[in-house]
């Protein structure tokens, strides 16, 4: 074999391998770039030229999450290359998080774009994504497809020089909001009832305290009246 077919020998068996890498590490992305700038895998969106760096970014506009490690020959100490490796961040990952941590999660971009979301019908920026344009990145209640949520919001790490991503965690409060009425009815209810039952059992032992200065008003008018042979009421110990 040539040098050159040698070569092209030896690349094809790094992307077979690098292929067989990814698919058994459940990897979406895995890229190699040599010393040279010689690309090694073809599904990654980026060329060796200017490889990306590492942390939260968008590739060819969806969002991932990219790790980088410079690969060196353990013997000789010679710089081989750059392994680049990535995950989509896309909606079967941001729903299974959410199914994990009972949160729903989304990616946004500086402009109040939700890039993927868990609370969103499709994978990638639509216009329901858009309805959260006028985020300010602040903890705030929102409402998104017709339900309300309390969303906190914090900066991914990133590339420098790439554009901020945020991550934008929302606990549904549509059921917490219903459970604060009800407790609100239920407590409401039940003070109306014991004020109404305390109102009944005031009158009834107010009547039993004035009932025997009732029974002297009764007999001081019949002797008002001349009948001076009424009988008066004796009470002991009157409260």
């Given at each position: 074999l040539t040098r050159e077919q040698a070569a092209s020998s030896e690349a094809d068996d790094l992307r077979l391998y690098l292929e067989a890498f990814r698919q058994q590490s459940r990897l979406d992305l895995l890229l190699f770039c040599g010393h040279d700038g010689q690309r090694a895998t073809g599904n990654f969106p980026a060329n060796c030229s200017q490889p990306p760096g590492a942390g939260f970014m968008l590739l060819d506009g969806r969002p991932a999450i990219v790790a980088r490690q410079v690969v060196d020959d353990e013997a000789s100490g010679q710089n081989l290359g750059v392994a680049i490796a990535g995950i989509w961040l896309d909606r079967p990952f941001l729903q299974q998080l959410a199914s994990d941590t009972g949160l729903q999660q989304s990616i946004v971009t500086a402009d109040g774009v939700r890039r993927t979301s868990s609370l969103l019908s499709g994978e990638e920026a639509g216009p329901e994504a858009r309805e959260g344009a006028a985020l300010s990145f602040q903890s705030q209640a929102i409402l998104l497809n017709e339900k309300r949520y309390f969303a906190a919001y914090s900066e991914l790490p990133g590339a420098s020089g790439g554009a901020p991503l945020f991550s934008e965690v929302a606990l549904a409060?549509?059921?917490?909001?219903?459970?604060?009425?009800?407790?609100?009815?239920?407590?409401?209810?039940?003070?109306?009832?014991?004020?109404?039952?305390?109102?009944?059992?005031?009158?009834?032992?107010?009547?039993?305290?004035?009932?025997?200065?009732?029974?002297?008003?009764?007999?001081?008018?019949?002797?008002?009246?001349?009948d001076l042979t009424a009988p008066i009421p004796f009470i002991s110990n009157p409260q």
């Open positions: 409060v549509d059921d917490l909001i219903a459970t604060e009425k009800r407790a609100l009815l239920i407590l409401a209810g039940s003070t109306a009832l014991v004020a109404i039952l305390g109102g009944f059992i005031g009158i009834w032992y107010v009547r039993q305290l004035v009932a025997p200065l009732q029974r002297l008003t009764a007999v001081a008018e019949q002797v008002s009246q001349g």
